[in-house]
């Protein structure tokens, strides 16, 4: 079956899993078809320098992030594309839908996390010592290089590309609400207009709201406080 869209996603980036939320609701409203595909963190800033670059813990997390997309590669080639949409729902889960503290400690345990996640699929638990493993890594760096492709390289993620494979591939929509099921679809439909233009390049600010997500210390029903993000990244404080 012919993918609507394909989905770009590294499995840490908090942006990335609202988006596909928001994605998901809108694709239970009318039976859209979702291909998931794998952009690393980690690998696209490999040649950057985190300890001046990116405030404390991205390293850890974006290597977290690339050992998670290692088991995601395995189970589609094992169980089929389908079971990575079933993976990456599991690990969101467990990574931002609970407290700071769980979501930690998740980060910290990555083949645990990935065990767990693999439960709720029908793909072998073991592969979760593929979260170690750099027999994937050709594959992931194909992918990430594949997105960057389609959007340029000043991005991050997540990266949607529409109406594949002719249709514009977009950085976003980044949100940090879910929108109610009506609000979702009337989204969706303004942000495919606009990639259906082919002369539409941008629209951006770098003041976002923390998501609404419990392991940000936002709770539904919630706004986030709003930060400065520039570069993929929350702002580094002036020295």
């Not at 395995?74 to 079971?83: N, T």
């Not at 994937?136 to 997540?158: C, F, M, N, S």
């Not at 606009?194 to 919630?222: H, I, M």
Request: with cysteine; aromatic share 10%.
């Amino acid at each position: 079956m012919m993918a609507d869209l394909h989905f770009y996603f590294d499995p840490i980036c908090p942006f990335a899993w609202m988006t596909s939320k928001w994605v998901r609701q809108v694709a239970k409203q009318q039976s859209y078809a979702v291909e998931w595909r794998f952009i690393s963190l980690r690998m696209v800033n490999a040649g950057v320098d985190y300890a001046s670059h990116f405030p404390p813990g991205y390293e850890k997390s974006h290597s977290a992030g690339l050992g998670l997309l290692r088991v995601a590669a395995a189970v589609r080639q094992s169980a089929g594309p389908a079971e990575v949409a079933a993976f990456y729902e599991a690990v969101g889960e467990a990574i931002f839908e609970r407290s700071p503290t769980e979501q930690g400690s998740a980060l910290d345990e990555p083949r645990g996390l990935a065990a767990a996640a693999l439960g709720g699929t029908s793909a072998d638990v073991g592969l979760a010592d593929a979260v170690d493993s750099t027999d994937y890594d050709a594959l992931i760096q194909a992918e990430t290089d594949e997105a960057l492709a389609l959007t340029g390289r000043d991005v991050g993620t997540p990266i949607l590309h529409f109406e594949p494979p002719s249709g514009t591939a977009l950085f976003g929509p980044v949100i940090s609400r879910l929108p109610a099921p009506a609000e979702a679809l009337e989204l969706w439909e303004h942000v495919v207009a606009l990639s259906r233009f082919p002369g539409f390049a941008e629209l951006k600010r770098s003041l976002r709201e923390v998501p609404q997500l419990p392991a940000l210390g936002v709770d539904p029903g919630q706004v986030g406080g709003q930060e400065d993000w520039q570069q993929g990244h929350r702002r580094q404080a002036e020295s």
